[in-house]
């Protein structure tokens, strides 16, 4: 027989669905607008040419069906109405666009109803009301879902899994066991619960991996019973007996293989299915098969792949069962499964109030043992720093800066430098973001990961006696007074010369990762600035824009960006140039600079400089004043708006701002909880806010407070 995917499937659990009726249009609509649209989009000089007062709801009319999926962007946005307005109650907003929803796809409308679980709509949430305060009025809780498990935390069980048993397989390099998917940084959260889907490609490559362990099983399990290391008794017998194997010697299997591979008991309903499956295939293809089936199975099953997240019982909402919250917790903050400790306190029946699960979050936070990559990551993800190396810097480019040849480059110096300064104000545990964004101190040259076995490591570096051309061209960005071996040490931190840096939004890391190949990326940076910190949103780039600034190099680049001083950009990029454009203080390379070096023309052109072709030898530069100057405006905090004259007054006056902070409280929500939060989340985010507060900032007891809160402890069915 061959296994095959469906067969997965059908032994794996299902999310149970309920689909209420959506209220009827014609009741809804009609007036809702007439309350609150019709006095500026009514019959007189309607604003934005649009009326909506003689709308009818037949939705077969094209004009009438592009009208109202207008209304509903508007509606879905909380851009209309206007904010001076008056404001529909949630209750008829919620209601209209679920009529309007059902309506305009019963007229044939492809609409995306993933569309609000994107990581890019994370700040559609009026952040006032949000954070308003209004306390509520039931248990929230998170809908019943199913979260793919990191490839990391996929491939630490197989690895266990492999030493426990002293399977002999080779699990490195080449033939390591890996998981079908892994995170590549982008501009967003990659890892949202609704995100990712598990096709029928990824399973193929599980039920491969997953045949590999099974055969080393079985082949573990075959002849004489081995004196050390994993062992399953029953499955040796079942193994043994091979075609005369009978039905009991099956059904001894289950139980003691459950509890090797899960740690826990095969439900009833387990029993049934996988006995049922177990006894079949021993009937007709004999002890060994079948053994080898089961394990196939149970090495594919739903809980080797997802967090489960549902209910046990219909009714909403219910406590996640202890067990699975376990596991959820422990993948918020490892890769891996639940440690001993967590594992004894759900056995006890230790783990099921708010206050025990903090307990364990609290151990598991405070001990330095336990590895927490998850929480590094969200920094990284937040800051998007870890996508330097993805940059390209071409040898000319580097030949600028007075580098040659693309070995004197190595951004991944860089994203180590900054994780480590991250690790080292996550132990300090004070004032974590404004610390991040007002620190003056950065690592050198600490080993990228991916190096740290290999000859690059730190005790193989400190011994050679030079520095090699990567680590000199770091030590030049970064302007440290180190001039030989003997003055580095990587486990220290060192001061950036007085006023030339300001957090990571000014370590080479963060600005090398917002930058392109030839230029920096200030429109990139001032979106970043807008979205992460100061809760903004900014709608898409239009597809029909040429998103191009001129090919100009004896202009800077706030010369050429004022393309987007036209009144139509304007309106979108205002909101991200002004911002992006004081790290003009840096060049693309993300040294600190004085001056700024543009094409000189006139003196490439110069008789002087050309050859007898009449063609320029050279490209000579020129340098030019620099202009750091930039501005906060449209900020939900008045207070934050105004001019600033460069990038350490704009991070100073961002890392000081509560508002800032509850930004950032949002982004730790969406990370952890793996989804974007709704109206209903706000008294998580006020307390998970407060929490960070009160502890001095302290970025364990923001992450306790998320953890403990109804999103993660609560499931609901709807
Ligand atoms: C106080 C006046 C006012 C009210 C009330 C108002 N609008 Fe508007 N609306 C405007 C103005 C001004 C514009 C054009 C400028 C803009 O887009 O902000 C506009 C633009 C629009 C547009 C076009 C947007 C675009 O980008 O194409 C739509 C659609 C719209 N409104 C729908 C609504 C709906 C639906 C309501 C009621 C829920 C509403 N408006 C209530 C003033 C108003
Ligand atoms: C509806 C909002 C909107 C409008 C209107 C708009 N842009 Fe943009 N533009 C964006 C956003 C958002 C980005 C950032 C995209 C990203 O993050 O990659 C962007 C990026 C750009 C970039 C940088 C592209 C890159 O990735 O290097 C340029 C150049 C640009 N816009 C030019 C223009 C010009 C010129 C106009 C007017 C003709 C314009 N934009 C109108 C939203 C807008």
Known sequence: MRFTWTVLIMLSVGLPIRAAEPPNLAQIGVPFVAKYCVSCHGEKKPKADISLHTLTCDLSKPKELQVWQAVLAQIDSRDMPPKASKQPTDNERTQLLQSLTAAIKASGVV???????????????????????????????????????????????????IKRFILGLRNYGEFRLTAPWNFTPQKDFPDYASAHRVGEAEIEYLLRNAAIVSQAMIKRHSGNVPSYGGYIKELATLIKAGMKATPEQADAVL?????????????????????????????????AEAAEQLLIALLCQTEMIYRIEVPNKLGT?????????????????????????????????????????????????????????????????????????????????????????????????????????????????????????????TFAMTNPPQDRRGTKSDEYRLKKPNFEQDEQTLI????????????????????????????????????????????????????????????????????????????????????????????????????????????????????????????????????KNLNKNGLPRQTIHKLVPLDTTGEVSGSIDPKLDGPVKDPFELIRRLAHSEHVEQVFVRHAFRYFLGRNETMADGPTLIAAHQAYRKNGGSMKALITALLTSDALLYRTNQ
Request: aromatic share 10%.
């Open 111 to 161: 609409l995306d109803d993933n569309k609000w679980l994107s990581p890019v709509k994370g700040n559609y949430v009026d952040h006032q009301l949000l954070f308003s305060g209004v306390p509520a009025k039931e248990i929230t809780g998170t809908k019943a879902r199913l979260w793919r498990i990191t490839g990391p935390a996929y491939e630490d069980y197989i690895d266990k899994l």
């Open 317 to 441: 909402p219910q406590k996640l069962d202890a067990r699975s919250l376990s596991r959820s917790l422990a993948f918020a903050l490892t890769d891996q499964l639940p440690d001993q400790l967590l594992q004894e306190a759900v056995a006890q029946g230790k783990f099921g109030t708010r206050e025990e699960v903090a307990i364990q979050v609290r151990r598991i936070l405070d001990d330095a043992k336990v590895e927490k990559p998850r929480v590094l990551r969200f920094f990284r993800e937040y800051f998007g720093y870890d996508s330097a190396p993805n940059v390209f810097k071409d040898e000319v480019t580097l030949q600028k800066i007075g580098v040659r040849g693309a070995r004197g480059w190595n951004a991944d110096f860089y994203v180590s430098d900054a994780d480590q300064l991250v690790l080292s104000v996550l132990a300090q545990d004070r004032d974590v973001l404004r610390e991040l964004l007002t620190t003056t101190k």
């Open 255 to 287: 139980t003691p293989t459950f509890r090797e591979l899960f740690g826990r008991e095969p439900s009833d309903r387990e029993k049934e299915r996988y006995g049922t499956f177990l006894r079949n295939t021993t009937a007709s293809l004999g002890g």
């Open 476 to 607: 030049k960005v970064y302007e440290l007074p180190i001039k030989a071996r003997a003055d580095w040490d990587p486990k220290k931190t060192y001061d950036f010369p007085e006023g030339h840096r300001l957090g990571l939004l000014t370590h080479p890391a963060w600005l090398v990762a917002q930058s392109g190949n030839f230029d920096n990326h200030a429109i990139h940076r001032g979106r970043w600035i807008r979205e992460r910190l100061l809760g903004g949103r900014i709608p898409e780039l239009p597809i029909t824009v040429n998103a191009m600034l001129p090919d100009e190099p004896h202009h800077t680049l706030r010369d050429r960006i004022k393309v987007t001083r036209e009144e139509y950009c304007w309106t979108c990029h205002k909101q991200m140039d002004p911002l992006g454009l004081p790290f003009e203080q840096f060049d693309h390379f993300g040294q600190f600079r004085k001056e700024e070096m543009v094409v000189d023309r006139e003196a490439t052109a110069d008789k």
